[in-house]
């Protein structure tokens, strides 16, 4: 190599040689154990991501061939163990791990974080489908918590203006990225709804590493949807992508534009179903207005008497039946009253005293007026009375017998 006090100049080219000579000869065959991030799998069957610890990270490739022995599926945030060699790409003047075989060493840092964050968030309920709202039919404005200047906010706003001209939109400006990330999407939703902004809210961001959407999984963040009077969409990166945010959400959308689709619903569906139910309503009213035409029709003197006729005869009918029962009963109880009091009668004719005098009996009653029940009550001299049926005896007592 030449030394220090040497005037070659070398070319870029040359440099990266020398660096890549040294490199791949020092490092043909090494071991790494890091957290995979920004996990790009190619088409044509090659995996390329970044591996990293708390410090430093390495770019990683692993060809096809190595690739299809693999037993799992590499996702950010797993934590792995790599063996393989050092490479340098010239054309970028990058090193780079090249891997020969990779296993899975546990969860990465950053996903074993997020799990035990969801898993307190979804304790305290702030994920229940019961506290999910629906979105608005017909949205006038449309709030947009993302950067003002990424992809996200350009497709936002080129579909809404494409599906609903009439609907506005409203960008709340934030940092979508890095440590003040979180407290700038946490300010812009909470002034979202203090002003009530907005009828529908979209929050979210375009495709990145797992760090990059780390934001969209911050508690605060989290809460601050949760506790939105403003239905809520959340559209963090692309499909494959997810955070904290989606399950807090009323209503989770796979990229931004999608979430565009969502909040706003094309005009001429609107219009549609508002003809569809101006027709159902017209339809109604020419109805009801028919069948009053129809009722009206049978409202002339002739059917007016007839239809008293029908409602009158079974009523004349049902009180001239009531009114012979009651008849009826009434002579059945005069004639039960009649016999009662002839039996009463004959009972007290048969009980008079007069009736028994009438069949020659006489009552005898002593000087004292005392009715004589026994001869041996008197004696001979003795003065009694005695009445027959008519008029009264005065006599004297001769002899008494037994």
């Not at 041996?376 to 007592?397: D, Q, T």
């Amino acid at each position: 190599m030449t030394s220090s006090n040497d005037d070659s100049v070398f070319s870029v080219s040359q440099l990266t040689g020398l660096i890549k000579t040294m490199l791949e000869g020092t490092f043909p065959n090494v071991q790494l154990k890091g957290e995979i991030s920004n996990y790009r799998p190619n088409a044509s069957g090659h995996l390329y991501f970044v591996l990293k610890d708390s410090q430093s990270q390495i770019s990683a490739v692993m060809f096809r061939g190595r690739a299809a022995s693999l037993n799992f599926v590499p996702k950010d945030g797993m934590l792995v163990q790599v063996r393989g060699s050092v490479s340098v790409y010239a054309p970028r003047g990058n090193y780079q791990i090249i891997i020969s075989s990779m296993t899975k060493a546990g969860a990465g840092d950053i996903m074993e974080m997020i799990e035990e964050r969801k898993k307190k968030l979804a304790a305290e309920g702030l994920f229940d489908s019961s506290r999910k709202r629906k979105l608005p039919f017909f949205p006038r404005r449309i709030g947009i918590v993302t950067s003002p200047t990424g992809a996200a906010i350009r497709d936002i706003l080129q579909i809404t203006r494409r599906r609903n001209p009439k609907a506005s939109a409203i960008v709340f400006p934030t940092i979508v990225q890095g440590e003040d990330a979180a407290p700038s999407i946490i300010k812009m939703i909470e002034i979202a709804n203090a002003y009530s902004m907005c009828d529908v809210l979209i929050v979210g961001r375009g495709g990145g590493s797992l760090e990059d959407l780390l934001p969209f999984s911050d508690e605060g963040v989290v809460r601050a949807i949760a506790a939105s009077e403003i239905p809520v969409i959340s559209a963090v990166g692309h499909e494959i992508d997810w955070a904290l945010s989606d399950f807090a959400a009323d209503q989770r959308a796979p990229t931004p534009s999608a979430a565009a689709e969502l909040a706003v619903p094309l005009l001429s569906d609107i219009e549609q179903s508002i003809e569809v139910s101006r027709n159902e309503m017209h339809e109604s009213i020419q109805g009801k207005l028919e069948h009053l035409r129809l009722m009206l029709r049978t409202f002339t003197p002739e059917n007016m008497e007839l239809q008293f006729r029908h409602i009158e005869q079974p009523l004349s009918m049902r009180f001239d039946s009531a009114r012979e029962r009651l008849e009826q009963n009434i002579k059945d109880f005069l004639q039960d009253r009649r016999h009662f009091l002839e039996q009463c009668e004959q009972t007290l004719n048969n009980c008079n005293p007069q009736t028994i005098f009438d069949r020659g009996y006489s009552m005898v009653t002593d000087q004292d007026g005392k009715v004589v029940r026994n001869a041996a009550s008197l004696s001979p001299g003795a003065k009694i009375k005695i009445r027959p049926a008519e008029g009264s005896i005065s006599a004297e007592v001769l002899s008494v017998g037994q």
